[in-house]
């Protein structure tokens, strides 16, 4: 079920319905290491990571949201680490670090 919030925007009076977030808006650094992206690293929200992840398309076939949901963001160290090990170029690696607010 997704959950909707309402948001005027900024001067008008449109109403734009915009999906709930599927995690806090906190903020965190995440490094990539894959075959045809090398080592890509940025700072975004978890659901900013995961679209990113997604539009990639890496291999292995492990969707986004699993990996962030069970492999670590939930802890209270607010940090993760995931490596897909295939071998060769299906191999890649993900790690992420909550950044202090």
């Known amino acids: 079920k997704t959950t909707w919030l309402g948001q005027a925007t900024a001067g008008t009076s449109n109403f734009v319905a915009k999906p709930r977030s599927r995690y806090p808006m906190t903020q965190y650094v995440w490094t990539l290491r894959a075959p045809g ?32 949901t069970n492999t670590g963001s939930g802890d209270a160290a607010g940090h993760g680490r995931y490596t897909h090990n295939a071998g060769g170029k299906d191999e890649w690696s993900l790690a992420w670090t909550m950044l202090d607010s």
């Open 37 to 68: 992206v090398h080592y890509l690293q940025r700072v975004t929200t978890l659901d900013e990571m995961q679209d990113a992840l997604t539009k990639l398309k890496l291999p292995g076939g492990v969707p986004p949201a699993w990996i962030l």
